[in-house]
């Protein structure tokens, strides 16, 4: 063998060394991604088992109707378990070098903006709707039913793609494909929409989800995503409302609309008879720093006085209610008085913000069978309160937080007026607390959407989970 030969089968063996080397990089690469993987199901079971364990015992819970303290709901919500499947995906982020393609399809949650879609319907002999936010339900009025449907996305991040949707109208079948705006459907016809789909187009599919709902034979249907079909069309029946969102997906992670996970208890704060200068801004601060939202019942007068606040609540996502123009009690007013006062204060928040109000709370609570024909065919649903503070009457925070944290339940709606600067304290507390307790902070509206949806003509106490 001469010294070529020599050097050649050194070339030859050092290849074949680096080659099993490689080889059993790849062998430790996949081992872990099954360890991983292992980890992954392991800990999923071990959710799926915690929900399933606590649902029953909430039940029980509500069924005695006493409030559950905050260990047992943090059990109930499975908390540690979530906080668990967390945390393993952010090491499966900053390990997982060899499956950097996942990573990247999966994304970081905390890089991708939050962003909304926004849905605008076509009821039948009447105007397009302003564009809903995200998670809303929109209705067709009562003896109504919807012809067209637009949508479009805010917040959109720098991506390609954008939103797109078929409705599926009656006499004519699935239309084709629409994006961002277009027109899907009709206006001017009597031709009614029997089913939606919706996506999300080019990089956008790849980071967001997007689910959505309709109102069909008076129930909200169950959530679908991503191009399936919402509905059921050729069976005679219509679509008389339509909920849509935009969720970040999350690796190995179930998306939700809103981003509210319906399995952990939740909790719709509302403040009335605002806004006002100097309490409602600490409120939003308080929410916004523990990524909270509530819902305010304003006034029309109010929200004359204090625009900025108003827009400052849309871009936080909370949800802007009608509370009258001048706060006068349904029972005072004739059906031509209330339409106005309703739609002149609907109109103020339009100009304000671009929202158009979608529920009302009637002021003192009172409500009459005229009074609740108008909402009806106004298409707004009246929402009262289950927890009372009376904050108005003792402009004491202490009671206030007395009352809200002895007896708030999953489902509840707490009625307070973000007037009073007790009302301002408490609200510090109350919101901190209620986040301890493993409580997520939403709105009515996203609220409702997890119990069953709303629908017009109707009036609310609460969203608590039905006892089994
Ligand atoms: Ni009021």
Not at 104 to 111: F, I, K, L, Q, R
Not at 207 to 215: A, E, F, M, W
Not at 234 to 256: H, N, Q, T
Not at 418 to 435: K, Q
Request: glycine share 8%; proline share 4%.
């Amino acid at each position: 063998m001469d010294e070529h030969d020599d050097l050649e089968l050194q070339k030859e063996k050092e290849k074949t060394q680096r080659q099993v080397k490689a080889e059993k990089r790849k062998q430790t690469v996949r081992n872990q991604i099954l360890i991983l993987a292992l980890a992954v199901i392991v800990v999923t079971a071990g959710l799926v088992f915690g929900l399933t364990r606590v649902n029953g015992k909430e039940s029980s819970d509500i069924a005695e109707g006493g409030a559950a303290s905050g260990e047992e709901l943090m059990a109930a919500a499975g908390e540690e378990d979530w906080e668990m499947t967390e945390v393993l995906s952010y090491e499966t982020f900053a390990e997982g070098d060899a499956e950097r393609e996942t990573i990247e399809a999966g994304h970081v949650w905390e890089d991708l903006p939050k962003m909304d879609v926004l849905v605008s319907v076509c009821p039948h002999g009447l105007d397009w709707t302003a564009y809903s936010p995200d998670n809303r339900c929109v209705l067709a009025p009562v003896n109504s039913y919807l012809t067209g449907m637009k949508a479009t996305l805010r917040n959109q991040p720098d991506m390609s793609g954008t939103v797109q949707y078929s409705v599926n109208v009656s006499g004519y079948g699935w239309i084709d494909w629409v994006e961002d705006t277009a027109l899907a459907g009709g206006e001017s016809t009597d031709t009614t929409i029997e089913a939606v789909c919706m996506q999300l187009s080019g990089e956008l599919a790849d980071y967001y989800d997007i689910l959505y709902s309709v109102y069909q034979n008076g129930v909200w249907t169950d959530w679908v995503r991503n191009g399936e079909e919402a509905g059921e069309s050729g069976v005679g029946l219509r679509v008389d409302g339509i909920r849509a969102s935009v969720s970040r997906k999350w690796p190995g992670e179930e998306s939700y609309a809103g981003e509210i996970n319906p399995a952990l208890p939740m909790v719709a704060l509302t403040y009335d008879d605002g806004p006002s200068k100097s309490v409602t801004p600490r409120i939003l601060d308080k929410l916004e720093s523990v990524g909270g939202r509530a819902t305010f019942f304003m006034v029309g007068e109010q929200v004359e006085r204090n625009p900025d606040v108003v827009n400052r609540m849309v871009q936080m996502g909370c949800e802007v209610g009608n509370h009258t123009f001048d706060h006068t009690e349904m029972t005072k007013l004739t059906q031509q008085e209330l339409t106005e006062e309703i739609q002149r204060t609907s109109q103020v928040i339009y100009d304000c913000t671009g929202i158009r109000p979608l529920i009302v709370r009637p002021p003192g609570g009172a409500e009459t069978d005229s009074g609740m024909d108008v909402l009806g065919f106004l298409s707004m649903p009246a929402i009262l309160w289950s927890v009372d503070t009376r904050d108005w009457k003792t402009r004491d925070a202490a009671q206030t937080i007395n009352t809200v944290l002895t007896t708030v339940q999953d489902g509840d709606i707490v009625l307070m007026h973000d007037l009073y600067d007790a009302t301002g304290d408490a609200s510090m507390t109350i919101i901190d607390e209620l986040v301890a307790r493993g409580y997520q902070l939403v709105t009515v509206s996203e609220l409702s959407a997890y119990r069953g949806g709303l629908e017009p003509e109707k009036s609310y106490m609460s969203f608590r989970r039905p006892v089994n």
